[in-house]
């Protein structure tokens, strides 16, 4: 199939003055009504609301903390699984820890925080507070003791069946010894400090996530004993080859040297630990102009937040525990005594060996079949390929680099594109993106970008991209007040003769040529008018004064992103009680909002079948009998990270899909600006609804929820055989597509 011609990037087919292309620039950036392009969602977000007014049950929500620590179960499952690639294993251990300590820095801490001011009230699952807390300690608890245990009796001894051995300091050579003594003078102990504790010299502040050693000396010549603290160097490798394949933690290799740091002092003991803090942001927005600052400053304060847990070694002295104890201000159920090593995040550096045998086998994503019909080195011309049809893209199955990179390094070199706005969540720091729209505002276009500095836990890096992208001329806006701008979005409009067509990318994912390789992610590429139009009033909300509440091929939050799913629930109700088919399908990463949740509970009450596919917290209790017995919830973990969320109607036999940036979670539906796109083609639509039946099959691998709370696994069929997971299928279909277009 050909594309039809267009004019070359370097070619103008109709001259026009800067002034010309200013004044057109400046009516497109006004957006007058579009009067050919009138909303078609309904305006009424309740025009189909036929909903049962009965009082549905309590305790019909599961508890949101209970559900995500299962989430992390479902993680270590992973780890735990002998068919899980051996380096693939020790990663997964590694994110199982990433994941907890941002669990305690934000949801632990956040809960703490508003018991002790008095804020916390009882949870939708009906457990008070202090019941909450004592769960997530006891089941952490629990895990925490899994993980450490799996790595210690599994992974450890199967890296070492392999040649990779994860050691401690007494099992080295001699000559490896030695070795390490020169790096540690050479480059371990120049960085290091050594902090006493006496009266002269107060309890040091221990910052959030840090490794440190609690050291005990004794003054020889006194005999008195003294209490020091030596941080571990956060920026040193936390693995350090000894030899070929042979690794020790750095922390060993100081505390074997500790006399070297208190030379004439007679080194008694020492023992591990790590403490996690508070370091969720709390950031005042009255004044918008200053956000900027206001968040830099608070970033400074975050790692004083209050400290949450204490993990210390199982080893630990008494006495040393219980000054940590004291001086953290830390309750005994925030202690979590370990086997050594602490800190397993350092794994992932373990995982990044070369060992491609003990991996997941490669797989490079090709170009979408759309944009090139034939794989070459030349890049698509993606605008060509957009004016003859819309490009729904799957990522990391379909190239991030030349689809959604290209589209805007092409609209950044073009000389016909006026103008890119263009929303940034979360991106890399040698980002081809930011590039591409310095590259475009250093030529003269006209570029907006909505960084979102407020992104958790890449507050700085956003701070200086968004430095970096003024100083090129870019206009850089932060979005609307108390609110996040997570939706993600792209929009350039080019001059092609005598009119402007704008063409537009809508995404699940961040901007973030990376993690695009690593996430599931869903994108359309269109230059559909009214996607267009649409994506043009919503920028001049975010960068000006509109109001505008509904648009066309959009459902956008905080205003009618809920209501207009919900709107869609009750009319599903409506289509099964009138014989037509229904039903609702939905993939997300997590779903608590308890508003939609009831739509759910109703909708099944009316007997539509309703599939639920989410990757971690669900606070939907399914199977329930006269509640949920029409609903199923599956959950999906593997190689990639499931990322899309989608949202499919039966529609009386007309099916409508929808997908976009938002979660089911009240900080998606109240706090932020999410936008949902419906996707218009037959084809696609189809496409993303045998995806999820795919997910929701009982012959693909899953975790199954129940209505206890409790996540079964799927992973093998009656006679015991591997059931197929659904990110193998995908890969292999994308293979056997490149396969079958080879000339």
């Excluded at 497109?28 to 009424?44: G, K, Q, T, Y």
């Excluded at 003054?219 to 080859?241: Q, T, Y």
Aim: hydrophobic fraction near 40%; glycine fraction near 6%.
């Amino acid at each position: 199939m050909s594309h039809k011609p267009s004019a070359s990037p370097t070619e103008v087919p109709v001259q026009h003055s800067q002034a010309e292309r200013n004044t057109r620039l400046g009516s497109i950036a006004a957006h007058r009504p579009h009067a050919d392009l009138e909303p078609e969602i309904d305006a009424d977000p309740d025009a189909f609301d036929e909903r049962d007014t009965g009082e549905l049950p309590a305790g019909r929500f599961l508890d949101r903390e209970r559900s995500w620590l299962a989430f992390n179960e479902r993680v270590l499952e992973l780890a735990e699984d002998p068919a899980t690639p051996l380096l693939e294993r020790a990663n997964f251990l590694a994110i199982f820890a990433s994941n907890l300590d941002e669990f305690f820095m934000v949801r632990v801490a956040g809960l703490k925080r508003r018991i002790a001011t008095g804020v916390a009230t009882r949870s939708a699952s009906g457990l008070q507070p202090r019941e909450v807390l004592d769960l997530i300690w006891t089941r952490s608890r629990e895990l925490m003791a899994r993980h450490a245990a799996c790595y210690q009796q599994d992974i450890s001894p199967a890296l070492a069946e392999e040649g990779i051995h994860l050691i401690r300091w007494p099992d080295l050579t001699e000559k490896e010894q030695a070795r390490l003594f020169t790096l540690f003078r050479n480059q371990i102990f120049p960085v290091l400090t050594p902090l006493a504790v006496d009266p002269a010299h107060p309890f040091p502040y221990i910052s959030g996530l840090s490794l440190n050693l609690a050291v005990v000396v004794r003054n020889p010549v006194s005999g008195h004993r003294h209490f020091a603290r030596v941080k571990v160097p956060p920026l040193l490798s936390r693995f350090l080859e000894a030899s070929p394949q042979r690794y020790v933690p750095l922390e060993d290799v100081i505390a074997a040297h500790l006399e070297e740091l208190f030379p004439g002092m007679e080194v008694l003991a020492h023992h591990m630990f790590r403490v996690t803090r508070n370091e969720d942001l709390e950031v005042e927005e009255d004044d918008a102009e200053n956000l900027l600052q206001a968040l830099e400053k608070e970033l400074m304060r975050r790692r004083f937040g209050p400290p949450v847990r204490l993990e210390v070694e199982e080893s630990i002295d008494p006495g040393v525990l219980d000054l940590l104890v004291q001086e953290l201000k830390i309750s005994a159920a925030e202690v979590y005594p370990l086997p050594g090593p602490l800190d397993l995040t350092g794994l992932f550096g373990i995982a990044s060996l070369d060992r491609p045998e003990l991996k997941y086998p490669k797989f490079i994503a090709g170009t979408h079949r759309d944009l090139a019909e034939v794989e070459s080195a030349s890049a698509p011309d993606i605008f060509a390929a957009l004016r003859e049809r819309d490009v729904l893209l799957h990522h990391p199955y379909d190239s991030f680099s030349t689809s959604v990179q290209a589209f805007l390094e092409q609209a950044a070199g073009d000389p016909d594109v006026l103008a890119i706005k263009q929303t940034l969540y979360r991106t890399s720091g040698d980002s081809p993106i930011v590039d591409a729209l310095i590259d475009a505002a250093e030529s003269g276009k006209q570029v907006l970008v909505l960084v979102e500095i407020k992104a958790r836990f890449d507050e700085q890096a956003n701070i200086k991209w968004a430095r970096k992208l003024e100083e090129a001329g870019c206009h850089v806006v932060y979005g609307l007040v108390g609110l996040k701008t997570h939706c993600k979005l792209s929009l350039v409009v080019r001059q092609e003769g005598e009119t402007l067509r704008r063409y537009s990318h809508v995404g699940t994912g961040n901007y973030h040529p990376k993690t695009a390789r690593l996430y599931e992610d869903l994108g359309l590429l269109t230059a559909d008018p009214q996607v267009g139009a649409d994506l043009s009033d919503l920028f001049n909300r975010l960068s000006g004064y509109s109001r505008r509440e509904t648009y066309r091929r959009l459902l956008v939050a905080p205003r009618s992103l809920r209501d207009g799913l919900i709107a869609r629930i009750n009319k599903e109700a409506a289509h099964h009680r009138a014989g037509r088919p229904a039903y609702v399908r939905i993939k997300v990463n997590s779903i608590v909002d308890e508003a939609l949740i009831d739509a759910l509970y109703r909708a099944s009450q009316a007997g539509v079948p309703v599939d639920i596919w989410v990757r971690g917290i669900c606070a939907v209790r399914p199977g329930v009998p006269g509640l949920s017995e029409n609903i199923r919830v599956r959950s999906v973990l593997g190689r990639f990270l499931e990322h899309s969320r989608i949202f499919a109607f039966g529609n009386g036999g007309e099916p409508e899909v929808w997908f976009g940036s938002a979660d089911m979670m009240h900080r998606n539906l109240d706090r932020r600006i999410e936008a949902l796109v419906r996707v218009a083609d037959p084809a696609h639509r189809a496409a993303l609804d045998r995806m999820l039946e795919t997910g929701m099959s009982d012959a693909t691998s899953s975790w199954h929820l129940g209505p206890d709370g409790d996540w079964t696994r799927h992973s093998t069929d009656p006679e015991g055989q591997p059931l197929r997971h659904v990110q193998e299928m995908l890969i292999d279909a994308r293979r056997r597509r490149r396969g079958s277009a080879k000339p």
